[in-house]
């Protein structure tokens, strides 16, 4: 065959292949035919975007605001509950047949001037009206709940405990965390409870302490008889962290042995900021976060989790092009995420898929 005909066959081959691929299933359909729930974060205010929207909209199973349901949306001033960020956000889950997950009721950050400027003894009174306050808007329209996030201390920054200095921790102690999971029981006895927390992966010293950290302050909770029942792993990961299966699915199987669900609520992953900014450098780029994705969700899968949440959909809204140690020097988007802006599957979208297919 001649040079010319063969390179037009191939091309027309590859054309092919192409729109077999973008001809697969969306991933909600892959993920649920396994029982798995599939979504991501989104932003109300980019709803109105429909190269944003569309994808999510197709893809998604699973909504979670990315801040329409932190405390300073929530309760902006003491006693002023209001769903109006999160609205939009609930009406769009409900055109899309979506289930949505609220993140998060206690944090250490996106609080209001009110609750910094509080004395510490009135901390315990406002967590309490904030949970109950937030749940008694939510109950019945959102069954699954980050309670508390970030509270373990991460070991390079404390070495010598295992809770995250906060203005939570530092009027409560550990007591907070109860006082949390408790609240939110009595105020919505149907929703999930879910603690959540990052830096649980890797497989290097930081993530063993962080993980040994999780457990001893969940076996505590547990002990006292606080209802909390899942575990939330971001999942944030960067690139020039190790990662092996066996550390997290040892930690993860820890989890189910104590009767906790496990779920992936922030998937992503992180290159160095450093990594190459050549065209031509993006597939060896897109292989190598699609190799971490489908090893991090491929083996949490086989441990038992049942819900992956990827923080973001598209690489150009991710929160990553904002964040310091991951924005490019040249203004790129990173590429940590399923879809392209134009909303064309990556590789990443392809491994979630193999992941959820069990291949
Ligand atoms: O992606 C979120 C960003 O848009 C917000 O400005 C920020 C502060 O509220 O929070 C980001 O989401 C974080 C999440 O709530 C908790 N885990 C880490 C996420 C990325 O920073």
Request: charged share 25%; proline share 15%; no cysteine.
């Given at each position: 065959m001649p040079i010319r005909r063969r390179a037009v066959l191939g091309a027309s081959l590859l054309a092919a292949r192409r729109a077999a691929a973008q001809e697969l299933p969306p991933l909600r359909e892959i993920a649920a035919r396994r029982g798995i729930g599939f979504g991501t974060a989104i932003h109300a205010r980019l709803l109105g975007e429909a190269a944003y929207a569309a994808p999510i909209a197709r893809e998604a199973a699973l909504l979670v605001p990315e801040g329409e349901a932190k405390w300073d949306s929530l309760q902006?001033?003491?006693?002023?509950?209001?769903l109006e960020e999160l609205e939009p956000i609930l009406r769009f889950a409900d055109r899309n047949a979506q289930a949505v997950r609220g993140h998060t009721l206690v944090w250490h950050t996106a609080l209001p001037a009110w609750v910094w400027q509080a004395?510490?003894?009135?901390l315990r009174g406002i967590l309490e009206a904030h949970v109950a306050g937030v749940l008694a808007l939510t109950r019945g329209r959102i069954a699954d709940w980050d309670v508390v996030n970030e509270p373990i201390a991460d070991p390079d920054v404390?070495?010598?405990?295992?809770?995250?200095?906060s203005i939570w921790a530092r009027a409560m102690g550990e007591g907070y965390l109860d006082l949390a999971f408790r609240t939110a029981r009595a105020a919505d006895p149907a929703a999930r409870l879910v603690l959540n927390d990052y830096?649980?992966?890797?497989?290097?010293p930081r993530a063993d302490e962080k993980r040994a950290r999780l457990l001893r302050v969940l076996r505590g909770m547990l002990g006292r008889g606080a209802p909390v029942q899942a575990v939330g792993i971001q999942a944030h990961m960067p690139l020039d962290q190790p990662f092996a299966p066996s550390p997290f699915a040892a930690f993860l199987r820890q989890l189910r042995a104590m009767g906790l669900d496990v779920l992936l609520t922030e998937l992503d992953v992180i290159e160095p900021a450093g990594a190459p900014l050549r065209e031509e450098d993006i597939p060896a780029r897109d292989a190598a976060v699609a190799a971490r994705a489908h090893a991090v969700v491929s083996t949490a899968l086989a441990e038992g989790c049942r819900t992956v949440l990827t923080w973001?959909?598209?690489?150009?809204?991710?929160?990553l092009n904002l964040w310091p140690p991951a924005r490019r020097p040249d203004g790129a988007e990173v590429r940590a995420l399923p879809l392209d802006g134009a909303g064309r599957r990556k590789p990443m979208w392809h491994a979630l898929a193999r992941a959820f297919e069990g291949r």
């Open positions: 902006p001033r003491e006693g002023r509950f209001t004395p510490a003894p009135r404390l070495p010598h405990q295992d809770l995250r200095d830096g649980l992966e890797a497989s290097w973001g959909l598209a690489d150009p809204w991710s929160w």
